[in-house]
């Protein structure tokens, strides 16, 4: 296993090359890379797919199981930011209101999509069942969590990197896994608290599932009884957020 200062140094180097190749051949034309913030401003989305690849690639090298979790968490991110840009509807009832009546959204697809792969990703890398079942709650979780906070520069790239931080003073796979997510966070941070970049669902998903799995590695039963806990007031708090908002005039929603 390489050493959580070599895990760090990884991601960050990853995620910055990969921000400079989407960048310099901008697939399918700038005009796809780039979207209007919450204040009106052009900014760049290389930063979202950027810091899934560098983070999936490095916490790969420290658990598998960690890097399939990234991944599927941000490509189901990245359906949710392409298919799901002009969806209004927010938080997990909603979508949830959708299936029931045969639609099946975007956020649907994300929302069973991280949850299958958390428990997947849970199952090896935990031993219990038990544990293997709270650490899929705390990997889907955590991405949520991040996502949920992603509503003005830096929120939760600055979050990713807070949470992140203590765990990499652990040793072994969790201080590794914690290092790999700070790394790729803090490759992006400059730019999105800059306002020049936003990282959209495929990031905050990535980086999320990251950091959950960093937690899952790093904690025994009564650790993940505590975050998935956590994660779950977060989701419940944060669909009674939505819910609220969708109630106000269009003038007034952020």
């Known amino acids: 296993m390489i050493s959580r200062s070599a895990s760090l ?8 090359a990969a921000a400079g190749a989407l960048r310099a051949k901008a697939p399918g034309g700038r005009g796809r890379w780039e979207r209007k913030n919450y204040a009106g401003r052009t900014v760049e989305l290389y930063a979202g797919p950027a810091s899934a690849a560098g983070v999936a690639l490095a916490a790969g090298r420290v658990h598998p199981a960690a890097g399939f979790a990234v991944v599927a968490a941000g490509v189901c991110g990245a359906y949710d930011d392409v298919a799901g840009a002009d969806d209004p509807r927010r938080g997990f009832r909603a979508h949830l ?46 991405a949520h969590f991040v996502n949920l906070v992603d509503v ?9 990197v ?15 896994l914690a290092a790999t997510t700070v790394g790729a966070a803090a490759a992006v941070l400059p730019d999105d608290l800059g306002e020049r970049a936003m990282i959209g669902d495929t990031g905050a998903h990535a980086l999320g599932a990251a950091l959950g799995a960093a937690v899952v590695a790093g904690n025994g039963r ?7 806990a956590a994660v779950v007031a ?7 957020v ?5 109630a106000l005039p269009l003038g007034l929603r952020e």
């Open 222 to 228: 009564v650790g993940l009884i505590a975050h998935a």
């Open 162 to 176: 807070a949470l992140g931080l203590p765990g990499v003073v652990r040793k072994g796979a969790g201080g590794a």
């Open 234 to 240: 977060a989701a419940v708090y944060g669909d009674k």
């Open 97 to 142: 209101s959708a299936l029931r009546e045969g639609e099946v959204t975007s956020g649907a697809v994300k929302l069973f999509g991280i949850s299958a792969a958390g428990l997947v990703a849970g199952a090896f890398l935990k031993e219990r069942v038990v544990d293997k079942v709270l650490a899929g709650v705390v990997i889907a979780g955590a």
């Open 9 to 16: 140094a990884l991601a960050a180097v990853l995620t910055r």
């Open 152 to 160: 003005r520069p830096g929120r939760a790239v600055g979050s990713v």
């Open 242 to 246: 939505s819910e609220a908002a969708r």
